[in-house]
């Protein structure tokens, strides 16, 4: 993989999708040449933000990535409902996406954004008060994850559609092949077993039933 020789200040490409689709170009060109069985692909780079920006916060410049600060202040502040898919900087990277779809050659695969787990996304946009509320309101977590489950879901599907992916199949960020679709699940590390099982098993589960599996 020729990743590294390319910059991804995915701030700046954030607000260019021109640099981003050029760079991607380079890259995936230079991939397709080297003949491997990686899967030469573009890809939208926008992922810490996109899924959680749904339910508010702002983006910032944090070392060249796209992050955000903890913005709730408390679970009841969710809503019941999951946001449309119109908020945050969802429909600024559908378009980017549709831009990528537009305009890549034959042979070259646009990716999707990588997704965070949906309790990445919690701990994210909630602060680490919410390993506390796990033990202290556990169903009030339960049900925080549940929605951020749904909001995934929903997005996930729509970046499929514009790209053209199948619905039980990815092509990652790094050009391999997956049945499901892959997240970023790293904060999982932070918790025990029986808690893994209670809040992020039902998570894998339902991604599972959606996409076909995950990873």
Sequence with gaps: SLRNAFSINRFEYLHDPEALFANELAKASAQ?????????????????????????????????????????????????AVPSLDAGIAPHVCRTLELFRSRAPAGLVVCKPPQLDPFDAALLMRGSDLLLEMVEQPAAVEQLLGVITQAF???????????????????????????????????LVNLSPEMIRQFCFPIFERLAREFGGVL
């Design 153 to 187: 879901v929903a997005l996930e599907t729509r970046f499929k559609a514009i790209v053209g992916e199948p619905r039980h199949q990815s092509v990652t960020y790094l050009g391999t092949v997956i049945p499901g679709v892959r997240v970023a699940e790293d904060s």
């Design 32 to 80: 397709a040449a080297i003949g491997s069985d990686i899967v030469p692909c573009l890809v939208v780079r926008h992922d810490p933000v996109v899924l959680p920006l749904l339910f508010g916060g702002e983006v910032a410049n944090v070392g060249g990535r796209p992050m955000f600060e903890p913005f709730l202040p408390d679970l009841e502040s969710l809503p019941q």
